[in-house]
Each structure stands twice: as structure tokens, then as C-alpha cells.
């Protein structure tokens, strides 16, 4: 039994499978785009705005501890007008950190994460409770002694 396929038929055929292979080929590639873009996205637009919030935080708090000690030092030395130039620079600072935590709040997607989020804005809050009690030992004091202790 001889075939009755002409050469035409199978070049046909198998431009046909080779097509079929090509467009299963771009729908295979281009679910595959879709996913990194989704992918990406996630980590341009929430995890880098986290980490890029948390790093600010951090510099924010750390320049507060360094304001606290400028202040404590010049209240030893007795130098007013510096000590209020320096709380007015930590009153923005925690003023920027408190607008940090709310800004990354809503990225925050597990419940530890937002638990710590809490956390931060507890312990920044009573810090700037503590600070006030700072703040007037050292405009209100002579004792050196108590404002390094504080």
C-alpha cells in the first residue's frame, strides 16, 4: 500500500504543525511575561517601598538618640538657644517617623508585620513622652549629674 500523499500535502502539513508549535510557543511566552510582570511589580511596589520606608525610619530614630545627647550636652554647657534649635530638629524627625510607620503600614501584609508596626508606633510615641520629661530637666536643671543619668 503505497501512500497517497502528495509532496504538496505534506509540506502542508507540516508548515501546519510547525505553526501549531510557534503560536503554543508565544502563549507559553507571553503567560510567562505576564507572571514576571506580576512578580515585579510586587517587588517594586511593596517590597522596596518597605524597605526603602524602614531604612528612613531608621534614620530618623537614630538622629533623634544623636539629638537627645546634643541636647543633654549643651544643657551641661548651658547653651538655651542651641538646646531649641536641636529640639525643633527632633520634633520634625519624630514628626517624619511617625508619617514613615503610617506610609508602610498599609503594605504590611502578615500579621507579625503589622504587629511590629504597632510596636514602633507605641515605643515612638512614648518617647516622645520621655523626651518632654527630658527636655525640662535639662532647660529646668543645674545637676549635671541628673541630666547624663536621664
Not at 115 to 133: I, N, Y
Request: with cysteine.
Amino acid at each position: 500500500m503505497k501512500s497517497q500523499m502528495t509532496v504538496g500535502k505534506k509540506l502542508t502539513i507540516s508548515f501546519s504543525a510547525i505553526l501549531a508549535l510557534v503560536l503554543l510557543l508565544g502563549y507559553t511566552s507571553l503567560s510567562s511575561i505576564a507572571t514576571l510582570t506580576a512578580s515585579l511589580d510586587t517587588a517594586v511596589n511593596s517590597s522596596a517601598k518597605k524597605l526603602a520606608g524602614a531604612g528612613d525610619f531608621n534614620a530618623d530614630t537614630s538622629d533623634m538618640v544623636a539629638l537627645e545627647a546634643r541636647i543633654g550636652l549643651r544643657a551641661i554647657i548651658g547653651d538655651m538657644a542651641t538646646i531649641e534649635k536641636y529640639n525643633q530638629t527632633y520634633g520634625e524627625k519624630a514628626i517624619d517617623a511617625d508619617r514613615l510607620l503610617k506610609e508602610i503600614r498599609p503594605l504590611l501584609i502578615t500579621a507579625a508585620g503589622r504587629a511590629s508596626a504597632d510596636t514602633m508606633q507605641s515605643g515612638l510615641a512614648a518617647w516622645k513622652s520621655v523626651h518632654q520629661e527630658f527636655l525640662a530637666l535639662c532647660t529646668n536643671s543645674k545637676d549635671q549629674k541628673a541630666i547624663v543619668a536621664f
